[in-house]
């Protein structure tokens, strides 16, 4: 059986699409189709824009969005997924995927989901770190040690990583604290904000609103949600789990042991980068992974 998973912010590249863009037909339409969605030329910036202006939280989740999901839909072998999954802002790209949500639906939902969380970032400094080398228990052990700041876990990447989220102090004094338990490294990550924490509940709020107004279709097979780490198909519960994920971590080990654990024998990526190719062969060795 086969899952299809799909990246999130991070992944994105200058250059990222362009070659889909000048190839195929259907691509070049849904492209254009985005510009006219958004509002702007997001495929200038995509194609041959500036790294500082991909970055952008506003242009990044659409641009990661757009290159995974028209890799999907355009690809040739017309892919048929047994079951799908997406990382944080990857889970929109894999309810298209799964026939969920609409192309322009789900786009429209992105933007806004960006424009929210960066007014969230923009309420309260704080940040993420990616914690090397210790165990998910003792991250979150170390986290519910520090009472005066706001400290979360955030990402659950795969063994061995996870990503903290909180304020810029209680940050700080979390990777002390990981490294004197013996992390390997703890490291601040250039971000925004600290996503999937508390401290995005502004934006749960502002991007609840706009889930609950859009249409979720009966997908034709199970997405597996960084909120619960399980197969759902459910329309209802497909957007109540949307909304919640802005604030919870992403379980995507759990996600992917899961995925393993119903059958699935290659995971295949689609979309820029190849970072969860990585992160699912060292959760699940066995597996076979591939792009598209």
């Not at 979720?216 to 759902?232: G, K, T």
Request: aromatic share 6%.
């Amino acid at each position: 059986m086969k899952a299809f998973v799909f990246p999130g912010q991070g992944a994105q590249f200058v250059g990222m699409g362009k070659d889909l863009y000048e190839q195929s037909a259907k691509a070049k339409e849904l492209f254009d189709r985005a510009n006219q969605v958004l509002g702007f030329a997001i495929t200038d910036t995509m194609f041959a824009g500036a790294d500082e202006a991909l970055r952008q939280t506003n242009v990044t989740q659409p641009a990661v969005f757009l290159h995974s999901v028209i890799s999907f839909l355009t690809h040739e072998s017309k892919p048929k997924p047994d079951m799908v999954a997406g990382h944080s802002l990857g889970e929109f790209s894999s309810l298209v995927a799964n026939g969920c949500l609409a192309f322009e639906d789900a786009l429209q939902l992105v933007l806004q989901r960006a424009t929210a969380m960066q007014m969230a970032c923009e309420l309260q400094p704080s940040t993420m770190a990616a914690i090397l080398g210790l165990s998910d228990e003792q991250v979150e052990e170390v986290c519910k040690q520090i009472t005066d700041e706001i400290v979360v876990p955030a990402n659950y990447n795969c063994p061995g990583q996870l990503v903290i989220s909180g304020s810029v102090a209680g940050i700080e004094k979390a990777c002390e604290l990981m490294k004197a338990a013996g992390a390997k490294r703890a490291l601040v990550l250039q971000v925004g904000g600290a996503f999937h924490s508390p401290l995005m509940e502004p934006a749960r709020t502002a991007l609840a609103a706009a889930i609950e107004k859009t249409k979720f279709s009966n997908p034709i097979c199970p997405v597996f949600q960084n909120v619960n780490a399980q197969a759902v198909t459910d329309p209802a519960q497909i957007q109540q789990n949307l909304i919640a994920q802005l604030t919870a971590p992403v379980r995507w080990t759990q996600s992917v042991k899961a995925m393993w654990d119903a059958g699935a024998t290659e995971f295949v990526e689609c979309g820029p980068g190849n970072v969860l190719q990585g992160l699912c062969k060292k959760i699940a060795p066995e597996c076979i992974t591939s792009k598209i």
